[in-house]
């Protein structure tokens, strides 16, 4: 028996308008997920319909995407319409579907894979944050272009810094302000907090939210009203930009390694230091690995070619020795932090489109409130990137390494 499910009247746009493209901001608890879920379900009873969702990651959704619809499906009454997948969901009654599909899988970046899928009517991209690359949103979007069916894409994201393509291209450029519901040209804005959603929310999570309103307005401000962040004050690395990744002859591996929950980091640095310009991108970042696959994951990015890398751990760098891998501690001594981040300050740093774990840190990592060092978190790829420079401009210059 289908049951009648009951949304926040700020979803009802989602039905009613449109809009070519939609886009649905909010913060932790706000009932975005829901809202969206509901409406493609409901989508799919009409026919002729494909859906496209998807992440900028996304490992497995057999594990993290499509048991959230599960429950939406159930909570509707209507699981003898559907046939769940690994990887999609498929109303029997229309034969319409839900394909879920990460934009980088395992094996890289899929964005030509999911562009030439046909038929797609709507695309949904979640955390939509996380892309940083406006271009390969722009080549999903034009695949979008079903005739005689309204063509959508919906964008769920909680909001990031000001410097989100995101934010100037939907906000800043038409002037729309944060936080709007309306229609605007060919986009419908739709913002939602918690206080939308109390009816559904525990009271340990409301306590939380009354307890960080109280110590940290900030967070508060950003993380559970959904508001747009001003590039972090007082980050450190300010002159970077998204861009295409240029090889250059000096060239070389940088590695940082994850204790605890840290994860180890791989990035490649290429340098012109007469342009005072360093081109970067990241390999991989992963949590609780293992010397063994610490060394097959630095093998299948780097082969034979130099790591220059944390030298905290000289056990772990000699078992990675042992393993065959070209591998050296970076040269640190009183003050090599503040000089390395100096000399990275010093070069304009373009950023791989697809290094989003590197953009990430480049907007959180700041200096401590009363002291000039960093706060040593969000710092993981960018210690890499700080030791890969650090030797091609100074090292290397020194003799201090050997390239076999």
């Given at each position: 028996?289908?049951?009648?499910?009951?949304?926040?009247?700020?979803?009802?746009?989602?039905?009613?308008?449109?809009?070519?493209?939609?886009?649905?901001?909010?913060?932790?608890?706000?009932?975005?997920?829901?809202?969206?879920?509901?409406?493609?379900?409901?989508?799919?009873?009409?026919?002729?319909?494909?859906?496209?969702?998807?992440?900028?990651t996304m490992t497995s959704a057999q594990t993290s995407i499509i048991p959230e619809f599960v429950e939406k499906i159930e909570l509707m009454g209507v699981q003898s319409d559907f046939r769940i997948t690994k990887d999609e969901i498929i109303?029997?009654?229309?034969?319409?579907?839900?394909?879920?599909?990460?934009?980088?899988?395992?094996?890289?970046?899929?964005?030509?894979?999911?562009?030439?899928?046909?038929?797609?009517?709507?695309?949904?991209?979640?955390?939509?944050?996380?892309?940083?690359?406006?271009?390969?949103?722009?080549?999903?979007?034009?695949?979008?272009?079903?005739?005689?069916?309204?063509?959508?894409?919906?964008?769920?994201?909680?909001?990031?810094?000001?410097?989100?393509?995101?934010?100037?291209?939907?906000?800043?450029?038409?002037?729309?302000?944060?936080?709007?519901?309306?229609?605007?040209?060919?986009?419908?804005?739709?913002?939602?907090?918690?206080?939308?959603?109390?009816?559904?929310?525990?009271?340990?999570?409301?306590?939380?939210?009354?307890?960080?309103?109280?110590?940290?307005?900030?967070?508060?401000?950003?993380?559970?009203?959904?508001?747009?962040?001003?590039?972090?004050?007082?980050t450190i690395y300010k002159n970077w930009r998204v861009g295409d990744y240029e090889h250059k002859e000096l060239t070389v591996f940088g590695q940082d390694f994850g204790f605890s929950t840290d994860p180890t980091t791989l990035v490649q640095?290429?340098?012109?230091?007469?342009?005072?310009?360093?081109?970067?991108?990241?390999?991989?970042?992963?949590?609780n690995m293992t010397t063994s696959q610490i060394a097959q994951k630095n093998r299948q990015f780097c082969g034979l070619d130099l790591i220059i890398c944390d030298s905290a751990e000289p056990r772990l760098i000699q078992e990675l020795k042992?393993?065959?891998?070209?591998?050296?501690?970076?040269?640190?001594?009183?003050?090599?932090?503040?000089?390395?981040?100096?000399?990275?300050?010093?070069?304009?740093?373009?950023?791989?489109?697809?290094?989003?774990?590197?953009?990430?840190?480049?907007?959180?990592?700041?200096?401590?409130?009363?002291?000039?060092?960093?706060?040593?978190?969000?710092?993981?790829?960018?210690?890499?990137?700080?030791?890969?420079?650090?030797?091609?401009?100074?090292?290397?210059?020194?003799?201090?390494?050997?390239?076999?």
């Amino acid at each position: 028996m289908k049951n009648s499910v009951v949304l926040n009247e700020k979803y009802v746009p989602l039905f009613q308008n449109d809009s070519r493209y939609f886009v649905v901001t909010g913060g932790r608890g706000s009932g975005k997920s829901f809202g969206v879920a509901v409406f493609l379900l409901n989508l799919t009873y009409e026919e002729g319909h494909k859906i496209l969702f998807s992440r900028y990651t996304m490992t497995s959704a057999q594990t993290s995407i499509i048991p959230e619809f599960v429950e939406k499906i159930e909570l509707m009454g209507v699981q003898s319409d559907f046939r769940i997948t690994k990887d999609e969901i498929i109303n029997m009654t229309t034969k319409n579907s839900i394909i879920f599909k990460g934009i980088r899988t395992s094996s890289g970046n899929q964005t030509a894979a999911l562009k030439s899928l046909n038929g797609i009517t709507t695309f949904v991209l979640d955390e939509a944050e996380e892309l940083v690359d406006e271009d390969t949103f722009n080549k999903i979007d034009l695949s979008v272009r079903v005739q005689e069916k309204p063509n959508r894409c919906i964008l769920i994201l909680n909001p990031t810094t000001k410097e989100h393509w995101i934010y100037q291209r939907w906000f800043q450029n038409v002037g729309v302000p944060e936080g709007w519901n309306g229609q605007e040209g060919n986009a419908t804005y739709i913002h939602t907090t918690y206080m939308d959603n109390k009816d559904n929310l525990s009271e340990s999570f409301l306590e939380q939210v009354l307890d960080m309103k109280k110590r940290r307005p900030d967070q508060y401000q950003h993380a559970i009203l959904g508001g747009w962040l001003n590039k972090a004050e007082g980050t450190i690395y300010k002159n970077w930009r998204v861009g295409d990744y240029e090889h250059k002859e000096l060239t070389v591996f940088g590695q940082d390694f994850g204790f605890s929950t840290d994860p180890t980091t791989l990035v490649q640095v290429s340098v012109d230091p007469e342009e005072k310009k360093m081109w970067v991108r990241e390999c991989y970042g992963q949590k609780n690995m293992t010397t063994s696959q610490i060394a097959q994951k630095n093998r299948q990015f780097c082969g034979l070619d130099l790591i220059i890398c944390d030298s905290a751990e000289p056990r772990l760098i000699q078992e990675l020795k042992n393993m065959d891998l070209n591998i050296k501690g970076a040269v640190k001594k009183k003050g090599s932090i503040l000089s390395g981040i100096a000399l990275v300050q010093d070069y304009e740093m373009i950023v791989d489109r697809n290094s989003h774990g590197i953009v990430r840190e480049l907007n959180n990592y700041v200096w401590q409130e009363r002291n000039a060092k960093p706060v040593m978190a969000y710092d993981h790829y960018l210690d890499s990137i700080r030791y890969a420079l650090q030797y091609l401009v100074q090292g290397k210059s020194l003799g201090r390494y050997v390239i076999r």
